[in-house]
């Protein structure tokens, strides 16, 4: 409605110009005649304001039409990740079963549950050095320790503070060397008691700060033809996507899992789980953790040999 | 260089039209037309490939050429001569199907293998200028013939190391050889004798032929908006009826905007530069048309390797080109080369050619 009362503006607008340089060619009938009516037009102190109220009304309507921010409220947020709610553009669409409680323990035990697999190259890209990342082998696990930890302690808080119209969304970059990181984003949301979990960008390797504002500032954003697969664990299946919207948008990859159907595994308490254990830093990303392995060593508070051990470990895990 | 054509009117929108689509919505090959191909660069074929991953590239080029029918020369290779002004050549239309595989043996290493298959109709006057006999009817116009061939061409393979000189750079430079494979004794039937018909047209050159390549590209913005620049060089020695193809040098450049990580589109420009054939022979001049019909005159009857004078031709190409991933291992794409610049020597003028295929990616492991 907003586009179109600017496009009858800007009809109005060209039409008083024309109207102009009509009732001056009724005296000549000459193109110089007809300038003149545009120059005196132009400079009739009332029709310049007149022209200047409309166009700025219509293109400040137009362009903040456009340029709608979406709502969010931060739940947690460092330098290099974030957890936080949104009102997505599917919120009108659905309602979330939100507010929706669900534990880390679940969430935990669902996010490690998957697994990646590699896809095969694309056409449209060539590799370059940044991009040169080691492949997944098949059936990795998505996560490691560290951002499952991370998740699962975030999004359940998301979750629980999360209105219906809201959808918990994640963001982890990776620094790597030379002002290159690994971004790892996407979404999750309750409906019916399934959890939706959505994974625009997998350990996409971006280069400068472009593609990291983007992907903060959009999530779900995908930025490339994804490297791999995501495949759910038990009671979880993937969410086909239409083929030509996919096409042309780049939909994330949405996986759906029934938790509430799901067979609780044995009773573990939080804190005798690693991988919710937050007395030790669980969202640390695999640069910072690594470097903090180096700076303990560099301290002597260990061997090389027990530095090379845990950093094996470190990298095998991730 | 006798003829130039310069963007027409027509071309023109066969220009803008492309150029319209690329704004509304968002990869490199070589194929050459008498003879001729579609030499662009088609997605990121003339890139390497990952270790143990196969890029299978299946297209379809559709290639054009009329000429402005002047006298060109003939080249007749049972009598190795070369008649000046004795041909008047009309169109050609070359279709060709091409696969091309790229299998990364590393992640730096990668052998290309080329295998095209074309058939090729061609109309022509011969005998034009020459006196007709007793069974002939014309007036020194010629006669009209015709001629198809259907054919596998050169199979050509490549070797290419790619480096990356920067984080967002990269440089491949690639050697190979052109096998004489393809048909080129193909005969066509003249006044009810079989005779071999031009080298141009056969779908082979008759013996092999050399390689080089260098392509470099540049990311812009990250996976977003590629730039590419490429050169090619290709020579081939002479066949064994003394016949000689000129060198090929192929300089494309160009941009590769990815709209979303499904469709991208590209721009390029292609220009190609053909030095002239030669060809070993003796040189006649056939005679004039009408008063002055008077046969067929020897300038120089030894043997002698000539330029053939309405071979070699200076192109310059606009590119567009879309590519679409239709599921997560094979793509299609479209170009459609439009000339912007031609230089002929009388020669055939490439037309507005199309290209079309398809890509698919198998990971089919490591050569150990």
Known sequence: ????????????????????????????????????????????????????????????????????????????????????????????????????????????RLIRSFTVNPRPASSLENTFAYMDVPR????????????????????????????????????????????????????????????????ANYRHPTIGKTEITQTRADPLKVLSHPRYNLIPGPNGTVQPRPMWENLITALPQHVIIDYEHTPQPKVQNSAEDPLVNHAQPAHKTLAEQLRELQQAKNDGLMTEDEYQNLRTKLLDAY | MKHRQLLSQKNFHLFVIPMVVLALFHAPAHASCGSAS????????????????????????????????????????????????????????????????????????????TVP???????????????????????????????????????????????????????????????????YQAQTSSHGTDVIEEPTLQAGRGDYGVVGHVYQA??????????????????????????QFGDTHIV??????????HIAFSGQLNYMYNVHDTYRSTLSQAGGIGAGLSGETEIDGNLQTRAVNNTGSTNLMFTPGITLNVTDSTSWY????????????????????????????????TLS
């Open chain 2, 117 to 183: 298959v074309l058939w090729r109709e061609h109309e022509h006057r011969v005998e034009v200028g020459i006196e007709p006999n007793e069974n002939e009817h014309h007036d020194g116009e010629g006669s009209f013939e015709n001629f198809d061939t259907s054919s596998i061409g050169d199979i050509r393979l490549m070797a290419k190391y790619g480096f990356l000189p920067s984080l967002r750079s990269m440089v491949v430079v690639g050697a190979g050889v052109e096998f004489p494979t393809g048909q």
């Open chain 2, 218 to 243: 540049y990311e812009l913005i990250p996976h977003t908006l590629n730039q590419f620049f490429s050169y090619t060089y290709r020579h081939t020695f002479q066949n064994k009826y003394g016949y």
């Open chain 2, 334 to 365: 479209f170009y459609s080369q439009v000339p912007l610049v031609q230089d002929f020597n009388g020669g055939l003028e490439q037309g507005v050619s199309f290209l079309t295929g398809f890509v698919k990616f198998f990971n089919v492991g």
């Open chain 2, 252 to 261: 494309s450049g160009g941009l590769i905007y990815n709209v979303t990580p």
């Open chain 1, 1 to 108: 409605m907003v586009r179109l009362r600017s496009i009858e503006a800007f009809i109005w607008l060209f039409s008083s110009i024309k109207c102009a340089l009509i009732n001056e060619d009724k005296k000549s009938q000459r193109l110089w005649s007809s300038i003149n009516g545009f120059i005196d037009m132009i400079i009739s102190p009332s029709t310049c304001c007149v022209a200047i109220v409309v166009f700025t009304l219509s293109t400040g309507l137009t362009l903040g039409c456009v340029a709608t921010a979406p709502v969010s409220r931060m739940v947690f947020e460092d330098q290099q990740q974030f957890v936080r709610l949104e009102v997505t553009a599917r919120a009108n669409q659905l309602n979330h079963s939100h507010p929706a409680t669900v534990s880390e323990n679940t969430l935990a």
């Open chain 1, 136 to 199: 997944l082998p098949e059936s990795s696990p998505a996560f490691s320790p560290a951002v499952i930890a991370f998740l699962s302690q975030h999004l359940s808080h998301a979750l629980q503070r999360a209105t219906p119209l809201e959808e918990a969304l994640f963001f982890i970059e990776d620094p790597q060397p030379q002002d290159t990181a690994l971004l790892t984003s996407g979404g999750c949301y309750i409906q019916e008691g399934r959890l939706h979990f959505q994974l």
């Open chain 2, 38 to 113: 579609c030499f662009l660069n088609v997605g990121n074929q003339p890139s390497i490939q990952p270790n143990g991953t196969l890029r299978a590239d299946f297209n379809y080029s559709y290639i054009p050429q009329t000429g402005p029918q002047q006298r060109v020369a003939a080249v007749n290779l049972k009598d190795k001569e070369q008649i000046l002004d004795e041909h008047k050549e009309i169109s050609t239309i070359t279709n060709q199907l091409q696969l091309n595989l790229n299998y990364g043996v590393t992640d730096n290493f990668t052998l290309q293998l």
